[in-house]
């Protein structure tokens, strides 16, 4: 195995023991993305002469020397983000984020910009100014966003570790979809700086996408600025949620993360609580709207009426939906978060993680992401954003893990924690990859098997 | 009184009181999107939460606080 197959803590470790070379790392991951990305649009731009620079300067950290892409949705100080959109809303110029001075410190070389779903606002990663990335499972099927390529990207080993943001999971949407483990860490510990809507948004963070709980360890530790120490979870009290949302899944999507949940409270040695969590979907509607809102600073009619042409017509039509949405609902949905916030502050008081799948149906179509569930057809963002949005609305940190395959796509289980115990999210992801022979998260999609097979042979 | 759900009445008069403009792409885009929001947006409006009132100026990188 190369270094470049290699984990991303095995490309740090292999780097600072010198059995590889920084800079050969470097060129042999820009090759594979010369290579493989045509058939993905995971990356939408590299700069190999700025990422030759990052690593000449590199301090000996605990990233040194290892590639990373980092979504279209902070400055770096060489381009300014562009947000999946041909117009931002938002003034955006070149500049040093917290992302980018988190993986700059601990020595990480910057390969590419990921590509995301348009202004944020997907959880499918069909609409771009980029074009849609795809899934490395299968091109034709979405990749998941808003967080798109940089999944894509690690799905496809391109690089072994990518930076996303999560507003209403748009990080562990495409975990999911890409078969990876993707952290959303609690509100305010991940750095944020530089984002433009940083300064007022109550819901976005940035996260690690990787291919397993150890890497998201090491990547989430440098973005939050502090180790996120990991340990073996006793008895872990895991609370399952029986209702028409939580149950409305593929069956599946069902089997899969029942069978996890199931080896997870046995390698622990803890136990399953049912739990009673009402008004899923009232949380899931309250996280749109006030992630809606917030996106909505600064606009006015006579700037939704001079657009860019170039931004999608659903862009266009949505923004201007949102000006007609009543205030009402957003100061409810306040309410609600209140309300949330308070019952899952009682919950974590009987259980130590909350349970349920990702996402209820495997990567839909890129040309129609609809989803088939029980309860019939929906658009696969009103399927998903149940499951997703309610770690946003009330703060709690959330981990999607891959527990399986289904025609070919992967499955992921959420795992859900009080505030501050992501690594308690990262402790139970590990041991549900070890109870699982680390076959789930060491699976290689169709496209890196065959590239894998053929450097073998 | 009887809820009205249809586009026809909401949009255009939502759209003109701001002074937006639509093409007609836009326009099917913001029927369906109020087609799929509106009768949850009903839903939440009509919702009894209590005595939960927003937190004022919450720390969302913690719980909430005791009540």
Redesign the interface.
Known sequence: MTALDLSLAGQAAAIASGEADAGELLEATLARIAERNPALNAVVETFPERSREMLAQAPRGPLYGVPVVIKDEWPLPWRAQRFGAAEMLAPSAPGESGPYRALRDAGAVIVGVGNMHELGSGSTGNVSVYGPARNPWNPERCPGGSSSGPAAAVAARLVAGAVGADGVGSIRYPAAYCGLTGLKP????AAMEGHHMAPYS?MIVSGPLCADAADCRLLGSVLCGEELASGAPRGLRIGIVRDAVSDDVEAPVRASCAKAIGLLCEASGGEMVEIELA?L??SA??GV?IANTEGMNGLT??R??HLDPELS??G???L??R????A??T?????????M??R??AL?DRVDVIAWPTVPAVAPPLQMPLVELPSGTL?AD?ANVRGGALANL??IPAISVPVGLSEGLPIGLQLQA???RDELLLDAAEALETANGRGKVEALPPLAEAAAASTEG | MEVSNRADD??PA??AS?????DE??????GA??A??WP??L???A?D??E????PR???????PP?
Do not use: C
């Open positions: 609690t509100f305010g510990r109550t008004d979907d009232a509607l309250a709207l009619p006579d939704l009426n017509p659903l266009r039509g949505l201007k939906y000006m007609l949405l009543p009402a609902a100061v409810k949905a306040l309410q609600v978060r209140a309300l916030r308070q899952l502050a974590f658009t009103q009330t703060g009080a505030w501050g | 909401f949009i939502g759209l701001l002074g937006l403009e639509a792409i836009e326009l099917a885009v913001i999107a109020h799929m929001f949850p947006i839903e939440l409006l919702l939460v209590g939960a009132a927003p937190e919450p720390d969302l990188s913690q719980p909430p009540r």
